[in-house]
């Protein structure tokens, strides 16, 4: 009943830009806190960002920081991630995922409940 559904991912140069965005429905999504993670090919899948339910609070895995931006618009039941300055090493499938918790931000995968099918990132050099 929950669904996320991320788009914007594709083929695009280093240096070039993309936003990812990410539609929830089946929630109340201005209840939930948001995450973005990405799994490149044969690795672990590994936190990218994460925005509290009212975006007052954000953070990112060390990899990516000054370079992507979580967003999110309450009103579309959005989220967004911004991503400037792309590397090949950024490639991945990158997921979206949301949790109903009143808590800050998480890093940590296990704490989602909801994620969604994932949209392919290629970095080409």
């Known amino acids: 009943q929950v669904q996320l559904v991320e788009s914007g991912g594709g083929l695009v140069q280093a240096g070039g830009s993309l936003r990812l965005s990410c539609i929830v429905s089946g929630v109340a999504f201005s209840s939930c806190r948001m995450g973005w993670f990405r799994q490149a090919a044969g690795k672990e899948r590994e936190f990218v960002a994460a925005i509290s339910r009212g975006g007052g609070t954000t953070t990112y895995a060390d990899s990516v920081k000054g370079r992507f931006t979580i967003s999110r618009d309450n009103g579309k039941n959005t989220s967004y991630l911004q991503m400037n300055s792309l590397k090949p090493e950024d490639t991945a499938v990158y997921y979206c995922?949301?949790?109903?918790?009143?808590?800050?931000?998480?890093?940590?995968?296990?704490?989602?409940?909801?994620w969604g099918q994932g949209t392919q990132v290629t970095v080409s050099s």
């Open positions: 995922a949301a949790d109903r918790a009143f808590l800050r931000a998480s890093r940590q995968e296990y704490e989602y409940d909801y």
